[in-house]
């Protein structure tokens, strides 16, 4: 029995990772490599292992840096199922379906490029029938379901608190007369997040596969969190102009429509036109509005009482694109929010183009910019920017809340450990180098515990 790291090694994106029991190998996510350009290409590149060989996957959550190459698998020869909670399976329905559009549309216009200078035609890295195809290889489960999925594999998955539907997934592996348990935190929700419930703890492992986003970091605290987006609410009311935010389809707009409801009166919310400029996040609402089975109890009163979450009176679902180009033409009193997430693409880049160089717009970053990113440019400062070849100048005020985190910070990663009884191996991913080894020192410091921080195709014999 053995574990091999194919990916998110001292980085945040592209999680894979593969188990082998016996004759039988199982791959723990399949995530699409984000970040510069020079990053992205390595989406094309073979697996480092054969595809037809796996026999199934476990996926703990939807977001394309662990979801966005399973198509990919599948178009490379996978025949298994793929394991993962059924809000899970319902996201990915949407996700990888838009991702194969991107991927035909970016092809498109690669290879007009192409023809004129005479060179070869490329092909998408996968279709959006082929994200269909791959959509019929889910199979769900629900939270404390334990299926043995593989001989000498059994799954259990548990609440991660990330974003809906995603799960902690605890593997019991078994060989011969050996047994082994592996747990993988996916990716650990941000305690008294909006909507979710807190990651669920958990007592015995033999190896943990943690993840370390935030391992260097603390947040703010709620209250400072919400005091912070409601000041910045008000300063852009005062000085008329409108609020972009690139946010992250899953997760991240359901819980911002949220806070925005729940905080109406108090944020000033009837002097705004909100815009939900993201067929892709509107889709997303409707799955996080039918699986309220999983809410936190204050998401579920909300629920029982009004029978939704989202039901704020001024706010506007843009799905055609001659829509989205009209609220470009709004000067003030706008709240536009839109993917992606890191500014990488979508509608967002179009809003920025129209309002970043206003000195009274205002950006507000709510989630993880990797390096590389558009996003993590302006985070860091950037008094300029390039969108399609033209230079423009940031006089934006660039707000950077990092208290909305889905991820959880550095202590409750800590707190969430503490309760492996036998504090166990410890295999750090899904971070950058920084805060990997903050992590690590203070998990080694407090629990005594073997820290390692996994490398690209390491193994561990377990």
Same mark, same amino acid.
């Given at each position: 029995m053995n574990i091999q790291f194919f990916g998110a090694t001292h980085e945040v994106t592209g999680s894979c990772y593969l188990i082998s029991v016996g004759e039988n190998k199982l791959l723990v996510e399949c995530g699409l490599v984000q970040g510069s350009r020079e990053h992205e290409r390595h989406n094309n590149d073979e697996f480092p292992f054969s595809a037809k060989d796996i026999d199934a996957v476990v996926l703990t959550h939807a977001h394309i840096d662990h979801s966005g190459r399973l198509p990919l698998l599948v178009k490379r020869g996978f025949n298994g199922k793929i394991y993962s909670h059924s809000a899970t399976?319902?996201?990915?329905?949407?996700?990888?379906?838009?991702?194969?559009?991107?991927?035909?549309?970016?092809?498109?216009?690669?290879?007009?490029?192409?023809?004129?200078?005479?060179?070869?035609?490329?092909?998408?890295?996968?279709?959006?029938?082929?994200?269909?195809?791959?959509?019929?290889h889910f199979k769900s489960l629900d939270y404390q379901q334990t299926k043995e999925i593989l001989p000498g594999i059994k799954l259990t998955f548990k609440d991660a608190g990330h974003i809906i539907g995603s799960s *902690?997934?605890?593997?019991?592996?078994?060989?011969?007369?050996r047994s082994k348990k592996v747990v993988f935190s996916g990716d650990l929700g941000h305690k008294n997040a909006p909507i979710l419930r807190d990651p669920d703890p958990i007592s015995q492992a033999d190896l943990v596969v943690m993840e370390s986003t935030y391992g260097d970091r603390l947040h703010r605290d709620w209250h400072s969190t919400l005091q912070e987006i409601g000041e910045i609410i008000g300063n852009a009311n005062s000085q008329k102009?409108? &609020?972009l935010i690139p946010a992250f389809t899953v997760g991240r707009t359901q819980e911002l429509l949220y806070l925005l409801n729940q905080h109406y009166d108090e944020w000033n919310i009837a002097d705004w036109e909100i815009f939900l400029d993201s067929p892709m996040g509107i889709k997303a609402t409707e799955v996080y509005a039918n699986h309220a089975e999983i809410y936190d109890k204050h998401a579920k009163k909300i629920k029982h009482q009004h029978g939704k979450l989202f039901n704020l009176p001024n706010l506007h679902?843009?799905?055609?694109?001659?829509? !989205?180009?009209?609220i470009n033409q709004i000067k003030s009193g706008a709240i536009i929010i839109a993917g992606s997430g890191m500014c990488t693409g979508g509608r967002i880049k179009h809003h920025l183009k129209h309002n970043i160089w206003r000195n009274h717009c205002h950006v507000l970053i709510i989630g993880y910019q990797a390096r590389g990113t558009l996003g993590r440019?302006?985070?860091?400062?950037?008094?300029?920017?390039?969108?399609?070849?033209?230079? &423009?100048?940031?006089?934006?005020?660039?707000?950077?809340?990092?208290?909305? !985190?889905?991820?959880?910070?550095?202590?409750?990663? *800590?707190?969430?450990?503490?309760?492996?009884?036998?504090?166990?191996?410890?295999?750090?991913?899904?971070?950058?180098?920084?805060?990997?080894? !903050?992590?690590?020192?203070?998990?080694?410091?407090?629990?005594?515990?073997?820290?390692?921080?996994?490398?690209?195709?390491?193994?561990?014999?377990?």
């Open positions: 399976t319902d996201l990915c329905a949407i996700m990888l379906e838009d991702s194969g559009y991107l991927n035909e549309k970016n092809a498109y216009w690669e290879n007009k490029k192409r023809e004129r200078k005479g060179l070869e035609l490329i092909e998408p890295l996968y279709t959006k029938d082929q994200a269909k195809q791959a959509h019929s *902690i997934a605890e593997l019991e592996l078994t060989e011969g007369s102009g409108n &609020i679902f843009s799905e055609k694109t001659d829509y !989205s180009m009209k440019s302006l985070v860091d400062g950037t008094k300029r920017i390039f969108l399609w070849g033209e230079e &423009i100048q940031v006089k934006a005020k660039v707000h950077t809340v990092g208290g909305l !985190s889905a991820h959880a910070d550095q202590q409750e990663l *800590i707190n969430w450990y503490s309760h492996f009884e036998n504090h166990p191996q410890v295999a750090l991913v899904h971070g950058e180098p920084k805060a990997m080894d !903050s992590l690590e020192e203070k998990l080694k410091k407090q629990f005594s515990c073997d820290v390692l921080q996994a490398d690209y195709k390491q193994i561990i014999e377990l």
